[in-house]
């Protein structure tokens, strides 16, 4: 069996297929942990994975665990906390779950029991209370958040969560979450994640992929693709899924350039991911396949820039010209776009770059018609009348 081992990153595949589903076309999910490619499973699925409410509550308490800790264990902080916020923090880490979440390889559609290992955290509302309090008016609480937020690793869907009318609607027992709620929320895909999923090579997905596949859906949604979803922290694991593909999406998270690499602490994550595109784009199993880089969180990565965040402090080389907000974002915007072009050196004729927020609509639309199209899964005359849409899409 042929095995390869990449060098820089860890990732071992070989030619085994342990998905054996060769018939259909493959479309590869693939970039480091927390860059969005389960928020993009999740826009081709429509709703279809439903998350368990435990999930979120998990997530949310997890997230605030980490604030509270670092409010509690540092002397210089805990010292201009009030007396009442320091006990919110500690009843807080008392309840909270100890670890990230994480979501087991699956090929099962819906997500709607709780892992048997772990306990699940609810959050009920005396909890939920703390939360908003600390959150609306503890300015110290406040100021952590936003100083360590990469440090401790917490969600980019903090501010959506902690939000008192996101809590009160999510401590109320009747509650279901909603389709908003299973793309903010934050869970480490563990292996790959396989999915079937319908299109019309006249209407593209649809939008809302059906688990029960009644006659009237398969008649409109006749075709079927192999959509998987790689785990960025397990990429030793990401071997034998690397034939047959039809297109290669790679994400990048554009908000890492002040984080530590997950997989690699030593390395800063924005530098890891580049690092992992080149070896992914340069691989002869990626020979003549589209790829799709899709730099994604652009909205979070602006407000960064625009705080006076630089690139430089990772890229020594890069020269900001920028003088207003707006200038300095597309410049920083472009230099990122040429240094992950630069890697792809073999492969400059099948690489597709674009700056997305897989949180808003009409990007993710776009994505999910580019998907299609690059992977010549459409019919010639829908991707020509349907091409003028993607004016408003962020393409450079
Ligand atoms: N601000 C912002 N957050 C996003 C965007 N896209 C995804 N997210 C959030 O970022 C996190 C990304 O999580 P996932 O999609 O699970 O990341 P992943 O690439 O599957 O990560 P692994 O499974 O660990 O490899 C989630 O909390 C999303 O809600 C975006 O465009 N902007
Ligand atoms: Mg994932």
Known sequence: MLKNTLALSGVEFDDEDPVLDSENPKILLLGSNDCGKTTLMNRILGNAKQIAMQYIHNDILNNIRKVCEKCVNTQSISSRLHQQYLSYCKTLIESAPKKD????PTNS?????????????????KTAEMIIDLWTNCLVFKETFDKYRD???VSDSCEY???????????????IPNFEDSLRIRMETKGVDTRKVYYSETEGFPKLQQLAMDEKFLKQYPNCISVLDFGGNCRKKWKGYFHNITLCVYLVNLSSF???SKENPEKNELVDSLELFEE?????????IP?????????????????????????????????????RIESSLSFLKLKFESKAWSRKDYLHCRFVSLLN????????????????????????????KKKNCLIM
Request: net charge negative.
């Open 101 to 104: 979440l994480e979501q087991s």
């Open 109 to 125: 559609k819906t997500m709607n029991s709780f892992p048997s290992k772990s306990s699940p955290a609810l959050l009920v509302p």
């Open 151 to 153: 440090e401790l690793n």
């Open 161 to 175: 969560f902690f939000n008192s009318s996101t809590l009160d609607r999510l401590c109320k027992a009747s509650n």
């Open 258 to 260: 002040n984080k530590k």
């Open 280 to 288: 992914m784009v340069n691989h002869e199993s990626f020979n003549n």
């Open 291 to 327: 790829i799709l880089l899709l730099f994604n969180k652009v909205e979070r990565f602006s407000s960064l820039i625009e705080s006076g965040n630089d690139l430089c402090k990772i890229f020594p080389e890069y020269e900001n010209r920028g003088q207003s907000a707006k200038e």
């Open 361 to 388: 609509n009409q990007d993710s639309n776009q994505v999910l018609m580019e998907m299609l199209t690059l992977s010549k899964l459409l019919k010639e005359d829908f991707v020509s009348d349907n091409i003028d």
